[in-house]
């Protein structure tokens, strides 16, 4: 059976790692190689790392850096921050990461997604949604780490996406970021079913009890969090955590059993 | 000492860095000549089949790695180095090296898979065929990462090693002779992964 995949999320900024709320005052909580080698340990399912800096300050991608982290992944790793070229995207697989993400540079411009889809496979290639409420009601894509409105839906920026040629969409619920009460199901549910690639939902896991709703509405997707597997305990100690194989089999069970059998 | 073939796809670091852990000898052959010494040998792959043939024909090894095969020199390929071992992809129209029988297919011309999403991402179960020596100490519970649209179909069971479902049974592993290839990615499967490649560099 394929399984959900439980995933990391890591952000960073200055070189060091930081979780947000709401995308915004970033608290330190660590140095990108050692939390990997903390993650290679636990044997996670899969790893993101955003660099949150480059694409508001309009630099590139910190190519050193993320041939350290692919080198110390042990397993499938997802770089997204400042890719703007299929050159970038190019090198950036080449230095062993498992997938780019791509936001503001391929909401600009969508060809940029089949233009590296040609060069790297549809199956390397990851869009990510930032999506805020709207006030009113709906949904919006932001870009710049929530700073710029695209006036855009996600459901019609995920089926865009995926035309042309990404192979995950990842969509990151703005509102939730940091909030540890649960992922947005609303949101993830209306994006899985305007796409046919995988999804993977970012933004409110405060507990595997979010994980496990999240599955039991969405089915296989991928549940990716920051806050939950970086912090521990009410005042939000910095510990790094991941369930165990055996506790992650139980809920991914447990999970998919409610969902209604389809015929 | 493994020989991992560089023409330019694949995650070749994931490979060496395992086998460093291991103890185990990694080169990287760029040439056919540098090919040619090898004994144990990794074709790894990414993206598209004909986009992968093509690089390895550029190469200039493709010739080599093919003698390498029928010479009885264990080749594991890895996911498009799996399914360069067909004849030929509904993926593309660029012949295959022909190592183990069969041809790759679309998940999506299945009807059984096409209410999935796909690429087949992720973990998934993996059913070894009893006794298979890539398989070692993997007969039970085990799982590796996936990550493709397209599968083998072998032509003859007896080429079957492993088998996952996804919508449908398919070979996540072949086996012909010393020639083996695997679809998911071992070097990405934390333990299962390191085990699977540490029985073959011990073939």
Excluded at chain 2, 68 to 96: F, H, I, W
Excluded at chain 2, 156 to 185: I, K, N
């Amino acid at each position: 059976m394929l399984r959900p995949r439980i995933i990391p999320c890591l952000l960073v900024h200055d070189q060091g790692l930081v979780k947000t709320v709401k995308f915004q005052e970033g608290k330190y909580v660590g140095d990108p190689l050692n939390a990997v080698k903390i993650f290679n340990e636990k044997e996670v399912d899969e790893l993101i790392v955003l660099d949150i800096d480059a694409t508001v300050k309009g630099a590139v991608p910190n190519e050193r850096l993320i041939g350290q982290l692919a080198v110390e992944c042990r397993m499938p790793l997802s770089y997204g921050g400042g890719i703007t070229s299929v050159e970038q995207a190019r090198r950036i697989i080449g230095l062993g990461v498992e997938k780019v993400a791509l936001s503001a540079a391929a909401l600009a411009d969508p060809s940029l997604v089949s233009r590296i889809a040609d060069e790297v496979g549809s199956q390397s290639v990851v869009v990510v949604l930032d999506v805020k409420k709207q006030p009113f009601g709906g949904y919006q894509v932001f870009t710049h780490n929530g700073t710029r409105a695209t006036k855009q839906h996600p459901v019609e920026a995920a089926r865009q996406a995926q035309a042309r040629g990404a192979g995950e969409i990842v969509v990151n619920a703005i509102d939730r970021d940091g909030a540890m009460k649960g992922y947005d199901l609303e949101l993830a549910a209306q994006v899985r079913a305007a796409v046919s690639v995988p999804l993977t939902v970012l933004g409110g896991a405060g507990s595997q009890d979010d994980l496990a709703e999240l599955f039991a509405a969405c089915g296989v997707v991928g549940a990716a969090a920051g806050s939950l597997f970086v912090f521990k305990g009410p005042f939000r100690a910095v510990l790094i955590n991941y369930p165990t194989q055996a506790q992650r089999d139980q809920l991914v069970a447990a999970a998919l059993s409610r969902r209604p059998t389809r015929g | 000492m493994i020989t991992l073939v560089d023409y330019g796809l694949g995650n070749l670091l994931a490979f060496s860095n395992l086998y460093r852990r291991q103890n185990v000898e990694v080169t990287v052959a760029k040439s056919a000549d540098e090919l040619a010494r090898a004994t144990h040998v990794i074709l790894p792959g990414v993206g598209s089949f004909d986009h992968a043939m093509e690089r390895l024909d550029a190469s200039g090894m493709r010739a080599t790695l093919v003698a390498l095969a029928n010479k009885g020199t264990p080749l594991l390929g890895v996911c498009v180095g799996m399914q360069m071992l067909a004849y030929g992809s509904d993926e593309g129209s660029r012949p295959g090296l022909g190592l183990i029988l069969g041809r790759v297919r679309a998940f999506k011309t299945t009807p059984a898979a096409q209410a999935l999403p796909l690429p087949h991402m992720g973990w998934n179960d993996v059913a070894p065929l009893p006794g298979h020596p890539l398989f070692a100490g993997l007969d039970t519970d085990a799982r590796f990462y996936f990550l493709h649209s397209y599968f083998f179909d072998c032509e003859r069971t007896e080429h079957v090693a492993a088998r996952a479902h996804y919508g449908l049974d398919f070979a996540c592993a072949a086996s012909a002779g010393s020639v083996f290839g695997v679809q998911f990615h071992p070097e990405k499967s934390h333990h299962w992964g390191e085990r699977l490649l540490k029985n073959f560099a011990e073939l």
